[in-house]
């Protein structure tokens, strides 16, 4: 298959939907969100684990999700879940499996191994969340690489990864702030897109700002998210502004000028832009199309 960021994507808002719910299942039709990701792992309880796949099941048959990215999280390749998970994957073929507690890239592997030999196009994304992933965050990229490498996308996850080290939820999260730079730039390394991790406290719409913005700062492409209330938020701050779209506009004015047709620097109101900050103003454009070529659901 193609290398799946030869593709760009829109990921401000990546909300988890625990399969289980089926109130809220129906919701995500009415929802502004990019990415829908339907959780089969740690939102759905062990005895309910098969009731959640047969309402995916009716839900893909039925009443599919249309124009939105789709991923289903699996639970863990070493859980005595996963051959029920993966044979759901086969049938539905969502857009995307995440992967929960990803160590090793022989995780990936493994998981490939899973989903070739039918033409299932579905990508992988990793979910970040463990110790042992998050040191071994380089050699997990670099094993999405090959030309027929499904691996697409990192996501954080703070939950499990303050559980495993020990580290408390904090504001501010300065003790993980640089594990999570580490994972930022392993995906940026290896051309994978990247996800900040839920911000637990739903009802408090200040805080997620700050932390929506900490985490743009940060370089990630957009924030998983647990509540409908959170998706505005997210798209606003990792959406692009008007001040950075009439900036884009200009940069692309001024390298479209004919005199600046061999010009690898130009001027503009003072200060020096190179045609790298062209390549990162037509990415803003084409993500604001694809924002619009989305629109709003009904
Ligand atoms: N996706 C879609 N709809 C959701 C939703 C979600 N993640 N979370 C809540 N809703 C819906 C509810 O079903 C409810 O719908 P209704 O008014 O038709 O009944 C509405 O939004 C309001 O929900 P609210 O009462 O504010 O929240 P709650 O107390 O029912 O649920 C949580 C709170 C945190 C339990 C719930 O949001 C949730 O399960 N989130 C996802 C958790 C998850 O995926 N965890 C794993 C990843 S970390
Ligand atoms: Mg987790």
Redesign the pocket.
């Known amino acids: 298959m193609s290398h799946p960021l030869e593709i760009p994507r829109l990921r401000r808002s990546v909300?988890?939907?625990?399969a289980i719910?089926q109130?809220?299942l129906e919701?995500?039709h009415a929802?502004d969100c990019d990415v829908v990701i339907f959780?089969l792992e740690?939102?759905v309880a062990v005895e309910k684990k098969a009731e959640a796949r047969d309402n995916l099941r009716r839900f893909f048959k039925h009443t599919p999700l249309s124009g939105r990215e789709t991923v289903i999280r699996i639970n863990a390749l070493d859980s005595d879940f996963v051959a029920d998970d993966l044979e759901l994957v086969h049938a539905l073929a969502p857009d995307v499996v995440a992967l929960p507690k990803v160590n090793d890239a022989s995780c990936i592997k493994r998981l490939e191994a899973q989903l070739d030999g039918a033409s299932l196009q579905t990508r992988i994304w990793a979910m970040m969340e463990t110790a042992c992933g998050i040191t071994n965050s380089i050699e997990i990229a670099k094993s999405g690489k090959s030309a027929d490498g499904r691996l697409d996308c990192f996501v954080i996850g703070l939950?499990d990864l303050r559980k495993d080290t020990g580290v408390p939820a904090r504001p501010g999260r300065a003790y993980l702030v640089p594990w999570m730079m580490q994972v930022v730039l392993a995906a940026r390394a290896h051309g994978l897109g990247v996800i900040d991790s839920?911000f637990n406290d739903?009802r408090d719409r200040q805080a997620l700002e700050e932390e929506c913005v900490q985490g743009r700062d940060m370089g990630f492409d957009g924030k998983?998210l647990?509540?409908?209330?959170q998706v505005e938020i997210a798209n606003h701050v990792f959406g692009p502004s008007p001040e950075a779209i009439e900036e884009a506009k200009a940069v692309i004015a001024a390298f479209s000028r004919p005199e600046a047709r061999d010009l690898n620097v130009v001027t503009m109101d003072g200060h020096m832009v190179e045609r790298l900050h062209l390549e990162q103003a037509e990415k803003l454009v084409a993500q604001i199309s694809l924002i619009e070529k989305r629109g709003k659901p009904a």
């Open positions: 909300l988890s939907v625990p719910n109130r809220a919701k995500t929802l959780d740690d939102s939950n839920v739903f998983m647990i509540h409908p209330d």
